[in-house]
């Protein structure tokens, strides 16, 4: 591990196969921050292209180690995954975000919240998501639930597809994060009960001028509307980028061009709200 600029601390794969020591250390960490509670929620708004208003948030779990400084969650997910602690890292963040909600920082649009495919295939996913909602008495509809086609493997497709159900008739929303960069097939796609997909970072870094990822981008877009959902593009930096969109017919964006993601007590935060509501 070596200390980059900013304070990320970066996560290196020891060479030898061997769990290194500052695997170890970055273990022993997780395993801390989650007893004591250290992790924090960021939000980047999502707004509606056409008339930049404010339609909703994702939040993005973040946390900054004492020792280790700030350790993004590309390297600490796949941990937690891998340690069996993914379930506690997922309900810990569901409790600050229906917390922030109830604080009423979060204006009264929708907050996507991210699941990793392990999380979601535990047994008692769908009782331990409705019971933290119930405890902080907030109601699944103002809850989208972020899945990865990875959640799609066919080997559990209708086990899967019973469960999206169930959590679809308590209100929750459901979008497909990343589309494009795995493999769900488009009539599994139609059969599932889902609102809204979103076109991975990777198509809209290379709009406008790589032709392919507009193509696979205004596909994305132009399958949605057939099958009547809501398209949101993650990753926008740009005006270019977002001009490509607009005149594609995607509804929705996130993305540094709008603004980063932000802590509910941001001042930012709240100046965005007020200028997007
Ligand atoms: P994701 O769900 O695809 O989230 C989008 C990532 O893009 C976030 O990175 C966000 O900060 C970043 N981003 C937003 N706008 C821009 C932009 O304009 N340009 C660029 N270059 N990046 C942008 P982050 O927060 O580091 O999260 C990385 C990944 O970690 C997420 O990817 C998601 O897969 C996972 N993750 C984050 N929070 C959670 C969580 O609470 N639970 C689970 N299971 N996974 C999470
Ligand atoms: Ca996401
Ligand atoms: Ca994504
Ligand atoms: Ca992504």
Redesign the pocket.
Known sequence: AKSAGRNQYCFYQSSSGQQSDQELRLEQALRTALQQRQLQVAY?PKVALAEDRLVGF????RWHDPQLGQI???NF?PLAEKLGL?SQL?AQ?LELVCMDIRQGGLAEVPVS????TS?LSESDFFHRTCHILNQHGVSAQRIEL?LTESCLIPEHAEETLVLLTRLRQVGFKLSI??FGTGYSSLSYLRRLPIDTLKID?SFIDELPDNREAGQIASAVIAMAKALNLEVVA????NTAQYDYLLSAGCQVG????YCP?LSARDPALKNFIGRHC
Do not use: K, T
């Not at 993650?234 to 930096?237: K, P, T």
């Not at 996130?254 to 061009?257: E, P, R, V």
């Open positions: 980047q994702e939040a993005l779990v993004s969650p590309v997910i993914i997922g963040v919240v991210n699941i990793s999380q972020e994060d990343d970072r993650e990753g926008i930096e996130q993305g540094y061009f993601p």
